[in-house]
C-alpha cells in the first residue's frame, strides 16, 4: 500500500490520453465594480472512466464552485471543461450530472417521481420512466418507499433519493457535491459504505467533494487538495487501499498515515 | 448503466424506519380543522346570543339595535328583491372583472419583479404603493375615468393587484436557488422551470395573496359604489344608512360579510389542497 504526492500539472498531462473527465487550466475570477477575487487558478485534473475521485478541502476554498464549473453550470473565467473529449459549456445532464448537498428534492413529488423528475422533463413517456425509477429505488435500497414523499423520508433517505435521480439519466460522470455533509456522523459513514456499493456495481465515475478525509480516503481512489489563495490542487495523492473496503479499514495505520498526510497539506499556510 | 445491473442489491439492508419522520395521519390533520369550524360556530352563537341580549335589556336604543330575527327577516326580505339581485350581480361582476385583470398580471410582475435586476427598487415602490390608503385617490379616479363600471373595476383593481404583486414576488424568491441549479442541470426549458418548479412552489403564497387581495378589492368596488354609483351593492347600504333603516342597513352589511367569508374561504380550500405537501 503506498501514496505517491506529486505536482498535478505532471499527472494531469500524463494522464489526459483515455480520460473521461479532463478539467485544463480552468480558473474562475469574480469581477466587481472596484474588486477582482481569484476563486480558482489553473485547476487541472483527469478522471478516467470507472474511477471514484475526491476533493478535499476547507470551508470557502471553490470546491463547490469547481464542481458548478465542471457540471456547465457556471463558466470558467479560463481552461476548458472535456468530457468524453467533448468540450462541456452548459448543462449536459446525461453527460455530467452533479449532486448536491441539499437533496433537492421536489416537496409535492413521491420519492418515484423526484426519481423520475429528469426524464420527465425530456418527455418520456409515464411507464418508461415509472420503470426506470422503481429500478434505481430498488438500487439504494428504497423501492418500498416509492409512494412516500420527501417530508416523510429520514435525511439519508432523501439524500439516497437524490443519488438515485442522478442516475437516472445514465450520465457518463456523476459530481458529488458534500452529499452527505447535512447528516450525522453514523448515516455519514453508512451511506458512504453504500455509495460504494453503488458505484462497485454500475461502475460510475464519480468526482466527490467533502470536507471529511477520512470519508474521502474511504472512498477514492485519488484525494485531490485543494487548497490557498487563489485555490489550487495543491496535492494529489494515490489511495492505494484494497478494495473492496470495509469500515475496518479507517483503523489501519496506512488510513492514519494518508488522514495525516492531507491534514498537512491542509494546515499548510 | 444496464437496467439488468440494477436489481436492487442493497435491498437486502436493512432500513432504518426509525429514523423517519413518519407518515402523517390521515385524522391529525382534520382534527384540528374541525376544532377550528367548532370554535367558529361556537363564537358565531355566542356573538348572536350577546347581542339578543343587549336587545332585550335595552343596552343600546332599539333605533340603533335592532334584533337578530329582525335583521334575519330584512336580509331575507332583501335577498328576494330583484333591485337588491342585481345590484348584488353587478358588484360581483365588477369584484370577478377586477380580480381577473389583476391576479394574471400581479402574478407576472411579481415573478418579474422577484428576477429582475431592478427588483429591489420595484418592491420599495410597490411597498409605498401599498402603505398609502388608496380611498383618498378616489376623487382622481372619477375624474380620470367617470363614475361608471370601468371606474368601479379599475378602482377595484388597483386594490387588489399590489397586494397579490407583492406576495407573489416574495412567493417567487422563496423557491430554493439549489432547486432552480437542479432543474437547470437536468436541461429544464424556461417554461419547463416555471410550470414544474415555480407554479408549484408559489401557488399556495401567490393564493394567500389572492385571499388579501380579494378583501381589499371588495373594499375599492364596495367604496367606489358607496361614492358615487347609482348601481351596486355599495349604493344599497348608502341608501339604508340614509335612511335609517337599521335592519336593512345590518342586513346589507351581512350580506357583503357573508359572500366575501364564503369566497375567501374558498380560497382558502384551494391555497391549502395547492400547499398540502407543506404541512408536515
Redesign the interface.
Same mark, same amino acid.
Given at each position: 500500500m503506498s501514496s505517491t504526492p506529486r505536482a498535478i500539472q505532471a499527472n494531469s498531462h500524463r494522464e489526459v490520453a483515455g480520460s473521461l473527465l479532463v478539467v485544463d487550466n480552468v480558473s474562475k475570477t469574480y469581477q466587481r465594480p472596484g474588486s477582482v477575487f481569484q476563486a480558482l487558478a489553473d485547476i487541472n485534473l483527469t478522471l478516467p472512466a470507472g474511477s471514484f475521485q475526491s476533493i478535499v478541502g476547507a470551508s470557502g476554498c471553490g470546491k463547490s464552485t469547481l464542481l458548478s464549473i465542471i457540471a456547465g453550470l457556471m463558466p470558467a473565467s479560463s481552461g476548458t471543461v472535456l468530457v468524453a473529449d467533448q468540450p462541456l459549456a452548459r448543462p449536459r445532464a446525461e453527460l455530467v450530472t452533479l449532486i448536491f448537498q441539499d437533496p433537492t428534492l421536489l416537496p409535492w413529488l413521491t420519492a418515484l417521481d423526484n426519481v423520475a423528475f429528469p426524464l420527465e422533463l425530456r418527455g418520456i413517456s409515464r411507464p418508461e420512466r415509472r420503470d426506470r425509477a422503481e429500478q434505481l429505488l430498488q438500487l439504494v435500497g428504497l423501492a418500498e418507499f416509492a409512494h412516500h414523499y420527501p417530508r416523510e423520508l429520514s435525511g439519508g433517505m432523501r439524500q439516497r433519493v437524490a443519488i438515485a435521480r442522478g442516475l437516472v439519466l445514465d450520465p457518463a460522470v456523476l459530481l458529488m457535491d458534500e452529499p452527505f455533509g447535512a447528516l450525522d456522523e453514523q448515516t455519514r459513514i453508512r451511506l458512504g459504505d453504500e455509495l460504494l456499493s453503488i458505484w462497485e456495481r454500475t461502475r460510475k465515475t464519480i468526482l466527490f467533494v467533502t470536507h471529511s478525509l477520512s470519508e474521502a480516503i474511504y472512498l477514492s481512489d485519488r484525494v485531490f487538495v485543494l487548497h490557498g489563495r487563489p485555490s489550487r490542487i495543491a496535492e494529489v495523492l494515490d489511495i492505494a487501499l484494497p478494495r473492496p473496503r470495509n469500515l475496518s479499514i479507517m483503523g489501519s495505520p496506512e488510513f492514519g498515515r494518508l488522514r495525516n498526510q492531507i491534514w498537512n497539506y491542509l494546515s499548510q499556510e | &448503466?444496464a437496467?439488468d !445491473?440494477?436489481?436492487?442489491? $442493497? #435491498?437486502h +439492508?436493512r432500513?432504518?424506519v426509525a429514523? $423517519? %419522520?413518519?407518515? %402523517?395521519d390521515a385524522t391529525h390533520g382534520r382534527l384540528p380543522h374541525v376544532s377550528a369550524r367548532l370554535t367558529q360556530v361556537v363564537m358565531l352563537a355566542c356573538f348572536a346570543g350577546l347581542w339578543q341580549l343587549a336587545v332585550i335589556q335595552q343596552w343600546l336604543p332599539p333605533q340603533l339595535l335592532p334584533a337578530p330575527s329582525a335583521v334575519w327577516s330584512a336580509m331575507v326580505d332583501m335577498l328576494g328583491q330583484q333591485e337588491v339581485q342585481q345590484d348584488l350581480l353587478v358588484t360581483s361582476l365588477e369584484v370577478a372583472v377586477a380580480m381577473a385583470l389583476a391576479i394574471p398580471l400581479a402574478v407576472v410582475a411579481g415573478m418579474a419583479l422577484a428576477e429582475g435586476t431592478g427588483g429591489k427598487m420595484l418592491a420599495r415602490l410597490a411597498n409605498v404603493g401599498i402603505a398609502v390608503p388608496q380611498s383618498i385617490f378616489l376623487p382622481i379616479f372619477l375624474l380620470i375615468f367617470g363614475a361608471g363600471f370601468a371606474e368601479k373595476i379599475i378602482f377595484g383593481f388597483t386594490h387588489a393587484v399590489l397586494v397579490i404583486l407583492l406576495s407573489s414576488a416574495a412567493a417567487a424568491r422563496a423557491v %430554493?436557488a =439549489? =432547486?432552480l441549479? &437542479?432543474? !437547470? &442541470?437536468?436541461? #429544464?426549458t424556461r417554461l419547463?422551470i416555471h410550470r414544474?418548479?415555480y407554479y %408549484?412552489y408559489m401557488t399556495p403564497v401567490i393564493l394567500q395573496g389572492v385571499r388579501l387581495g380579494l378583501i381589499f378589492c371588495v373594499t375599492g368596488v364596495i367604496l367606489a359604489e358607496m361614492y358615487v354609483s347609482n348601481v351596486g351593492f355599495g349604493k344599497q347600504i348608502v341608501f339604508w344608512g340614509t335612511s335609517f333603516a337599521l335592519p336593512q342597513l345590518l342586513a346589507s352589511i351581512f350580506i357583503v360579510g357573508i359572500a366575501t367569508v364564503i369566497a375567501n374561504q374558498a380560497l382558502h380550500g384551494l391555497e391549502r389542497r395547492a400547499g398540502?405537501? +407543506? !404541512?408536515?
Open positions: - | &448503466m437496467s !445491473e440494477i436489481d436492487g442489491h $442493497l #435491498a +439492508r432500513l432504518d429514523d $423517519l %419522520p413518519g407518515k %402523517p %430554493p =439549489s =432547486s441549479q &437542479m432543474v !437547470e &442541470m437536468y436541461g #429544464a419547463q414544474k418548479l %408549484p398540502r405537501w +407543506r !404541512e408536515v
